[in-house]
């Protein structure tokens, strides 16, 4: 419903919801609603611009329900807005608006948190008015005639202070809630990395496997297959993977092999300590590279390049992008 009441360029002001809610409302039991509209229109000069949107919005706040010609109004409601028995009380009815819109989440939109920032001279709150969204610009200007935003030329252009009155509502309700939205955005972006790591461990883990079960089926007539092993897990600093031979006449590890899988796009991350194996190891170190896309198919064999910290680091046709950059400073400095 939030989608649909930010269509509206216009979702009334203070006086015509006080004409709306207090004149018009307590007719809608005996009327149909042609006939509510064509009173509006009657009786208020610019209600009528704005009246779909009035009826949106209130229906979003979960006041009225509208169906065909009948509009239904909470009764606790409608007595909770007059205040003193006659007056709109804007300040229920702003708040009820503010929590309306943090229950549709979208309160961390029109207050962004690198947007609100604290006058310590002023002690007042206030929120840099570009950096609301324009979809919620009718929002914005509801919030300012109902005196929740208030224009304070002492801040400086671009800016709007949030009324006095509303402080403590303003803490407890709306900064409270982007803290913990942002905790849990912090949590759930965590667990999703945590999550990722782990389906690229057991993505590389696959990988690894095919490649011995290669490598054990190319040496099997070797004397020492069963030195052919994954090493990964157990050495993790090692540089590589898995340690094989080159050929039957092997008799020493001569084949040290670094495993990388990926799908779709030729793309691989090559850490500093597994380049520097492969530039101390030279035509011993082998990258297999394993399309994961294809490990299905009958007879698939990986990409396999021997030595490539001079075939594929040195080598300009590979595109090299940095990920992470170490920082150090010597002590006496």
């Known amino acids: 419903m939030l989608e649909e009441l930010l269509k509206y360029e216009?979702?009334?002001n203070s006086t015509e919801l006080s004409f709306f809610l207090l004149k018009v409302l307590p007719l809608a039991r005996n009327q149909k609603m042609s006939d509510l509209r064509a009173y509006c229109t009657a009786n208020h000069y610019?209600?009528?611009?704005?009246?779909?949107?009035?009826?949106?919005?209130?229906?979003?706040?979960?006041?009225?329900?509208i169906s065909d010609e009948e509009i239904l109004v909470q009764d606790e409601f409608f007595s909770s807005i007059k205040n003193g028995g006659e007056g709109f009380d804007q300040s229920k009815f702003t708040k009820t608006l503010l929590f309306a819109l943090r229950n549709a989440g979208s309160i961390e939109s029109i207050f962004p948190s690198?947007?609100?920032?604290?006058?310590?001279?002023?002690?007042?709150?206030?929120?840099?008015?570009?950096?609301?969204?324009?979809?919620?610009t009718s929002v914005r200007n509801l919030l300012i005639s109902l005196?929740?935003?208030?224009?304070?030329?002492?801040?400086?252009?671009?800016?709007?202070?949030?009324n006095g009155e509303y402080t403590n509502f303003f803490l407890d309700e709306i900064i409270k809630n982007i803290k913990e939205a942002d905790r849990n955005r912090r949590r759930k972006s965590l667990q999703l990395l945590k999550e990722r790591q782990a389906q690229q461990e057991l993505l590389g883990k696959e990988a690894e496997i095919f490649v011995l079960g290669l490598e054990q089926q190319r040496l099997k007539k070797h004397r020492l297959v069963d030195s052919i092993k994954r090493i990964s897990e157990e050495y993790v600093n090692a540089g590589y993977?898995?340690?094989?031979?080159?050929?039957?006449?092997?008799?020493?590890?001569?084949?040290?092999?670094?495993v990388k899988s990926y799908s779709g796009r030729l793309e691989f991350y090559w850490s500093a300590n597994e380049v520097e194996a492969a530039k101390e190891l030279v035509d011993k170190y082998f990258l297999y590279l394993v399309?994961?896309?294809?490990?299905?198919?009958?007879?698939?064999?990986?990409k396999i390049i021997q030595n490539p910290y001079q075939?594929?680091?040195?080598?300009?046709?590979?595109?090299?992008?940095?990920?992470?950059?170490?920082?150090?400073?010597?002590?006496?400095?």
Not at 46 to 63: A, D, V, W
């Open 10 to 12: 216009k979702l009334g």
């Open 46 to 65: 610019t209600i009528g611009q704005s009246l779909n949107g009035i009826l949106m919005l209130l229906e979003f706040m979960g006041l009225v329900s």
């Open 114 to 136: 690198d947007a609100i920032k604290l006058d310590g001279i002023e002690n007042v709150f206030y929120v840099k008015e570009n950096f609301i969204p324009l979809q919620y």
């Open 147 to 162: 005196g929740f935003f208030v224009r304070n030329s002492s801040l400086g252009q671009n800016l709007l202070a949030i």
């Open 241 to 258: 993977d898995i340690e094989s031979f080159n050929d039957n006449n092997s008799f020493f590890i001569d084949r040290f092999i670094e």
């Open 291 to 302: 399309d994961r896309s294809k490990l299905s198919e009958n007879d698939y064999s990986p």
């Open 311 to 333: 075939n594929v680091f040195e080598n300009n046709l590979w595109k090299k992008e940095s990920q992470t950059w170490k920082f150090s400073v010597e002590e006496n400095q």
